[in-house]
């Protein structure tokens, strides 16, 4: 498989799109830095919930090798179904979510069945979980552009990517409604 640089093909236009991103190392789910030749973990990388990366910072990060896409939580909220054993299941709260918080068109596939919604917080809240459901917000990130560590495929967008997506174009959720969504959701896991 050749060495694809996520972060070269989607990276500058994901931030014209209103999007906080960040650089992932290669084979992990990890904000990275590249540094003299290797691959370590990038140092303060929550500051970008409160801003964008500048386009110096994304522009160095795509001469990253391999270097794939993290979003950071804040002007996002994304909803985490880690259901990896019942299909059936992932895809009824995926269902269950999108009757809550709105059809969002930004549906990001890693290691099918578990699946991620990612929505436009109406304002920045903490994270909530509730084992295998996540809603990931303020201060955590998700990876939207990168080969997952584990099926060594690259992530999909079965409908439209977030590098084809501005961000006002998803629907808006708040924290009572993300909360309200989950409880709905638990209900159904077994």
């Known amino acids: 498989m050749a060495e694809t640089n996520y972060m070269a093909q989607f990276g500058a236009r994901l931030v014209a799109n209103g999007y906080s991103i960040l650089p992932i190392a290669p084979g992990t789910k990890k904000p990275g830095r590249f540094r003299s030749g290797e691959w370590g973990e990038l140092p303060g990388w ?26 950071v939580g804040g002007a996002v909220a994304a909803v985490d179904i880690d259901i990896c054993d019942d299909p059936d299941l992932a895809i009824r709260i995926e269902g269950l979510c999108r009757e809550h918080l709105g059809d969002s068109p930004a549906l990001r596939i ?10 436009r917080a109406a304002t920045p809240f903490k994270g909530i979980k509730h084992h295998p459901l996540e809603v990931l917000c303020l201060g ?11 099926t060594g ?13 501005d ?24």
């Open 46 to 71: 929550p500051q970008y919930s409160e801003r964008r990366p500048t386009e110096l910072e994304v522009a160095t990060w795509a001469k990253w090798p391999e270097a794939g896409i993290g979003v």
């Open 153 to 165: 495929a690259p992530y999909v967008w079965p409908e439209e990517g977030l590098a084809d997506l």
């Open 167 to 190: 961000i006002d174009s998803l629907p808006e959720i708040t924290e009572a409604r993300a909360r309200s969504f989950l409880e709905a959701a638990m209900a159904l896991i077994p």
């Open 140 to 150: 955590q990130q998700f990876v939207a552009y990168a080969v997952h560590p584990d």
């Open 110 to 119: 890693g290691r099918a069945p578990k699946r991620l919604l990612v929505y």
